[in-house]
């Protein structure tokens, strides 16, 4: 009966943390291009009590044997990189990927991080840049008397001084893709880290070698869906309290076996 006591509590901890993966999925889901996380649970150790296949007599044997579990924990946790829906934004360089692959910032120390947030912008200096400051990587420098641009669908930047100009090329915006996208590292704000188990970062240009396109003047949603995020917080609200009910059951149990021995 202790045993059940710890068992029962350790599915109670893993529907915990399945209450604060469902509630960081949605406070974000109104977060540009955010990526839901899914937890992945496993069962704890077997007692074992009879091995499968032991023998009970002369020819014969176990057929199933006896095992009892300990109980559950969280094997790990995974983003979901679905596709969120795009919407038309009247930012001069908003940018969303529809597809594959990531952008590329570099932060103040150097380090690159890894984006599918295209809310970019101009700074003081003509650079395209988050709207933290990081710098959009291998994008061009566009000059205050650029009066418009335009990205076409394979990342190419076009500016206009003009409005009868023609469109001049000022330079080549480039995607990134990972073998394993599910094994990149979160970092906040949107961004996320390679890892060995990502792979290393593989540039392409948008539309090719399985890359996305761009869609200039749009941004990707976060890809929450309210509806099934509250459909597992229920059934996690419900797991939890089926636990406690094991806890209690357990409890009680070993107070009759207490007043026994009274």
């Not at 709207?131 to 641009?149: E, F, T």
């Not at 335009?150 to 003009?162: A, L, T, W």
């Not at 990502?198 to 396109?213: F, H, N, P, R, V």
């Not at 869609?215 to 597992?232: A, C, F, K, M, T």
């Amino acid at each position: 009966m202790i045993r059940s006591l710890m068992t029962a509590a350790s599915g109670m901890k893993a529907q915990q943390m399945q209450v604060d993966t469902i509630a960081n999925n949605i406070a974000n889901a109104n977060t540009t291009a955010f990526k839901k996380n899914n937890l992945a649970f496993r069962s704890l150790l077997y007692q074992t009590y009879k091995e499968p296949g032991a023998p009970t007599g002369a020819g014969q044997m176990n057929p199933s044997g006896l095992q009892v579990g300990t109980g559950t924990e969280a094997a790990g946790s995974s983003k979901i990189f679905q596709q969120g829906e795009l919407e038309a934004n009247s930012g001069e360089l908003s940018m969303a990927i529809q597809g594959e692959g990531f952008f590329r910032v570099k932060l103040p120390n150097g380090e690159y991080r890894y984006t599918r947030d295209g809310s970019f912008r101009r700074d003081g200096n003509g650079m395209i840049v988050t709207g933290a400051g990081y710098q959009l990587d291998g994008a061009p420098s566009i000059g205050q008397d650029y009066i418009a641009i335009e990205i076409s669908e394979d990342g190419g930047v076009f500016g206009m001084k003009g409005a009868g100009d023609l469109p001049q090329q000022l330079g080549q915006i480039s995607l990134w893709r990972f073998s394993n996208a599910a094994g990149l590292k979160a970092q906040g704000s949107n961004m996320f880290t390679e890892t060995i188990s990502s792979g290393t970062a593989q540039s392409a240009k948008a539309g090719e070698k399985g890359a996305g396109i761009i869609r200039h003047r749009y941004l990707e949603r976060s890809n929450v869906q309210i509806v099934d995020e509250l459909v597992g917080l229920i059934l996690a609200q419900r797991n939890y309290e089926v636990n406690s009910r094991a806890i209690k059951a357990s409890d009680e149990m070993l107070q009759q076996t207490n007043q026994m021995v009274r």
